[in-house]
């Protein structure tokens, strides 16, 4: 009983931790799981191709919530290898979480749903398709349950784990694990990941809620479609509120049409809108070179994570 799977890394719009309200965004970097499930196997052993020393709890827990939901309790193995850095702000535990529940419905032998990809205007599956066993939104929270089980994350983070699974732009409730609205962006995106590693569960919360007046600000222009301004605007805030340097928000601000500090950080994210000429994500990444660490170009995607 095998089955393959990938989701999406993304970056991040409205960090949720001020008022639980978030946005995120599919970006073109994938997580696949490969998951081998065996009836007679005591319990699930994971494997992280990155770092064979790396906690493996959260894909682990992901498999057993999957099999005890939708199969006989199976265990198994787990393997996950990802181009998504971890701890980076990049949404590589929501994108592991995503890739194994869907791995393991696959190794189940479920259908699972389109996540809404063929309209730009869903916002998920349709739960009475009698073609679909599981829908994406359903496995999504099923990963974000075992996230918040596992204690990777501290609003459970279901922003995140809907635009790796979605694609596209997503807005949130994360106290409810309620989608909001979705909608697909084309940009063109730099990710600038300093050597440093930020753990999502060891933010402080506090100062995070200290920003709420701002956070509620970006809220209201994420409902007006106004993204990119949404983007800066969180960056901002969130920099000064965990401690990180503004300066490569503000390089990049002449140059692209949004630059943010992406989740908990410490990667910088700016997008640029392919049809702007105004926008040159070229003059960022001169301005990101000298900066230690690792400078990635990319793209949004729509699409979601996959069944491979």
């Given amino acids: 009983m095998e089955g393959r799977a990938a989701a999406l890394g993304a970056g991040t719009v409205l960090n949720a931790l001020a008022t639980g309200t978030g946005a995120a965004f599919g970006i073109d970097v994938e997580t696949r ?5 065996d009836p007679a196997a005591d319990g699930v052993a994971g494997e992280i191709a990155e770092d064979p020393d790396a906690d493996t709890d959260l894909i682990e827990r992901c498999v057993s919530l999957a099999t005890d939901r939708w199969g006989d309790g199976e265990g198994g193995t787990v393997r996950t290898d990802s181009d998504v850095p971890l701890a980076a702000g990049l949404k590589s535990s929501s994108a592991a979480a995503n890739a194994t529940v869907l791995a393991t419905c696959d190794a189940l032998g479920l259908v699972v749903g389109d996540g809404g990809r063929a309209s730009d205007d869903a916002v998920g599956d349709d739960p009475d398709d009698p073609a679909v066993d599981v829908t994406r939104l359903e496995a999504c929270r099923l ?45 063109d995106v730099l990710v600038w990941t300093p050597p440093e590693r930020a753990y999502s569960a060891d933010a402080d919360v506090a100062r995070c809620e200290a920003v709420a007046p701002m956070a509620d600000l970006v809220t209201d222009l994420v409902f007006d479609g106004r993204y990119g301004e949404a983007m800066t605007v969180n960056g901002l805030a969130f ?19 949004a630059v943010s500090l992406s989740g908990t ?38 699409d979601g994570a996959t069944v491979e």
């Fill in 143 to 187: 990963g974000v349950r075992a996230a918040r089980e596992v204690g990777v994350t501290v609003t459970g983070a279901f922003d995140d784990a809907t635009a790796s699974m979605l694609g596209g732009v997503t807005v949130t409730d994360n106290d409810a694990d309620e989608l909001r609205a979705r909608e697909t962006v084309d940009w």
């Fill in 239 to 257: 920099s000064a509120a965990l401690g990180f340097d503004a300066d490569p928000a503000v390089e990049a601000m002449p140059h692209a049409t």
């Fill in 265 to 302: 950080g410490p990667s910088v994210v700016a997008v640029a809108d392919p049809a702007d000429p105004e926008t040159d994500l070229d003059a960022v990444a001169d301005a990101w070179a000298d900066r230690p660490g690792t400078l990635r170009r990319t793209t949004t995607r729509a």
């Fill in 33 to 37: 799981a490969a998951v081998d499930l």
